[in-house]
Structures are given as structure tokens and as C-alpha cells.
């Protein structure tokens, strides 16, 4: 994998990650979701440590998969928060008629959070695809 694309898929880590961390720190009450996202946000965010360094080589031809399995996990939390299917620990949920949760009361989706993960799947792709490239770009 190429200086560039191996750059450019830290840069996305660093920032997918730190907002994964920021989001799940910013519930009033811990949830699964939360913890989740906080955990794989600090997992993402080594990985994009180590795609700076040289150990970048050990990851080898996984480092594309993996950025897709995070962005995958992202989603698929983003898709489940919008639903209502999980609680997303705002405390911001509200009730509406006869006790009925509002799909609307709770912002549980985030459009920033599944921004950045298409983003990191997209990078994931990128990486997959030049996965068997050399340093200097070279298949």
C-alpha cells in the first residue's frame, strides 16, 4: 500500500475514531450502543496509528478489511439507533400520545457518525483494492 493512501486511510481512522469516542462520551447514561462505539472508536484510532508507522506491514492485507468491518459495525449501530431498536443514551427520548415512543423524539441516529463510516468503508474498499501495492505504489 502506497505513503498516500495509507495517509489519507490514518487520517480517516483518526477522525472516524475520536468521533466514535466523542459520541459515545456525550450520552447521559451509558448504553450497550455507546460502549460499543466507544471501544471500536479507540480500536480504529490505534489503527490508524499504525498505518503511520512500520508496523503497518504486520496488518498486511487485513487493513483494508478491518477499516470495512468498522465501518460495517458503524452502520449497522447508526441503522439500529435510527430504527429505535437500541437506546441511544441521550435521555432525550420523549413519549407521544398513549406512551408510544416518537420515531422522532430521539435524535439516535447521527448523519455525521454514518458520513465517516461511508467514508471508512469506502477507504476500506480502496485499501482492499491496493492492498498488494509496495511502499513507492508498485503492484
Known amino acids: 500500500m502506497n505513503r498516500g493512501t495509507r495517509h489519507y486511510a490514518a487520517a480517516i481512522a483518526f477522525i472516524s475514531g475520536a468521533y466514535s469516542v466523542w459520541s459515545a462520551s ?15 472508536g479507540v480500536v480504529v484510532i490505534v489503527h490508524g496509528g499504525l498505518l503511520l508507522t512500520e ?36 435521555g432525550m427520548g420523549m413519549t407521544s400520545g398513549m406512551g408510544a415512543q416518537s420515531p422522532t423524539a430521539s435524535m439516535g441516529w447521527d448523519a455525521g457518525m454514518v458520513a465517516l463510516a461511508v467514508l471508512m468503508l469506502f477507504s476500506g474498499a480502496i485499501m482492499t483494492r491496493r492492498g498488494s501495492m509496495t511502499e513507492d505504489g508498485r503492484q
Do not use: C, E, H
Open 26 to 40: 456525550m450520552a447521559s447514561r451509558p448504553t450497550t450502543s455507546g460502549w460499543l462505539m466507544g471501544v471500536l
Open 55 to 90: 508496523g503497518f506491514g504486520r496488518l498486511g492485507r487485513a487493513s483494508g478489511p478491518l477499516m470495512i468491518v468498522y465501518a460495517a459495525v458503524m452502520l449497522l449501530n447508526q441503522a439500529l439507533l435510527g430504527t429505535g431498536m437500541v437506546d441511544d443514551g441521550s
